[in-house]
């Protein structure tokens, strides 16, 4: 059974990539043991207002870092 605090912590990151203009209909963002994975494809999203998404998505994993429940951000996407 997965863990309360994961669960919430994967709907937190969700939240920060949407937030943050970053497309992650193509990836899969799972939370184990506190640790946040991110794997597949990240995209721009057209109204976005920077032109590095690897950038960006590295920003949005130290604000997560940031977080209690959240004890490292593990990044295996490509970014297009």
Known sequence: MADPRDIEATKYARR??????LDVTMAE????????????????????HYDNVSNETERVGRLLKQRP?????????KFL
């Open 29 to 48: 963002i799972r939370v184990s043991h506190g640790v946040v994975y991110i794997r597949g494809i990240v995209r721009r999203d057209p109204q976005a």
């Open 16 to 21: 920060e990539f949407i937030k943050h203009r």
């Open 69 to 77: 429940e959240i004890r490292d951000v593990v990044v295996e996407a």
